[in-house]
């Protein structure tokens, strides 16, 4: 793969997970439709599309396991539900920030060892994520907050228990497909009354088959080609990207709150994972 091409690929794709946070919150802001409803659709679209992409000699090929599609679905309900009362910006930094700690975690489990760079990047994370959570009149709503943090958590375990996969479109296209009575469940459980509407279907849809969908196909193309420390500091530009979109199509403000909280998050994260692939190099 050319240099370009892995460029405009890689670009492509955190511009399709910006994409997830810009249309859930699009979706729920205006009342086009409810949590739960956003939730399955969602899930039933990329379900359907990555079924589609996993075919070979014109038969559906897919695998997966109901650990993973368990959460998986955990982190498409927390996030949907969280998009309610959240900007999109703020969301996508607590889901990022939530995902690298939880894989970040994972390391220090297995007993990978940290230098005092990366720990002194855990501490300014963590203390960037203490500021953005204090109350005052930008701080996000807490139960919002908790609910994209297990969003965060839940899909760093997804991607954990992912690792390594040998057919990762054929595996996600079956933790897809397992997700789909959970959702279906949750939106008879809490989707009283329902709130669908036609742009809110369309916003699930997008969100689902192409955010999602062709999103995790055109990473997991890229995936081999990067090394780790590019990979996962590649997705430090998302939270920007949500933020920039959220301004311009939502009509969101960036207050200094998130610039600060976001400089610390973001930058003590690069900094875990930049000296992670020093150490491992060496």
Request: charged share 10%.
């Amino acid at each position: 793969m050319t240099s370009l091409r892995l460029f405009l690929l890689t670009s492509l794709t955190m511009l399709a997970f910006a994409c997830n946070s810009i249309l859930c919150r699009l979706a729920l802001k205006d009342g086009s439709i409810d949590a739960s409803s956003f939730t399955a659709i969602r899930l039933i679209s990329g379900a359907l599309m990555l079924s589609l992409l996993s075919m070979k000699d014109h038969k559906v090929k897919v695998s997966g396991q109901w650990g993973s599609a368990l959460a998986l679905f955990s982190y498409a309900a927390g996030f949907s539900y969280a998009y309610i009362h959240m900007t999109a910006s703020m969301g996508a930094l607590l889901l990022f920030a939530a995902v690298q700690a939880t894989m970040i975690g994972h390391g220090l489990y297995n007993k990978e060892k940290f230098n005092q760079f990366q720990w002194a990047g855990l501490v300014f994370a963590a203390l960037g994520l203490v500021f953005l959570l204090l109350p005052g009149l930008s701080a996000p709503p807490l139960f919002s907050a908790f609910l994209m943090i297990v969003a965060g958590i839940s899909w760093g375990i997804y991607s954990i228990r992912g690792k390594g996969a040998k057919h990762p479109i054929q595996s996600s296209a079956g933790n897809f497909i397992r997700t789909i009575p959970l959702s279906l469940l949750l939106l008879f459980v809490l989707s009283n009354p329902l709130s669908v509407s036609g742009n809110g279907i369309v916003y699930a849809i997008l969100s689902g088959a192409l955010a999602s969908g062709v999103g995790y196909a055109i990473w997991y193309n890229v995936l081999p080609s990067l090394s780790s420390s590019v990979a996962a500091t590649v997705q430090l530009s998302v939270p920007l990207i949500t933020a920039v979109a959220g301004v311009l199509f939502l009509g969101e403000s960036f207050s200094l709150r998130l610039l600060l909280s976001s400089l610390a998050i973001l930058g003590g994260i690069t900094l875990v994972v930049l000296k992670k692939d020093t150490i491992n190099s060496k």
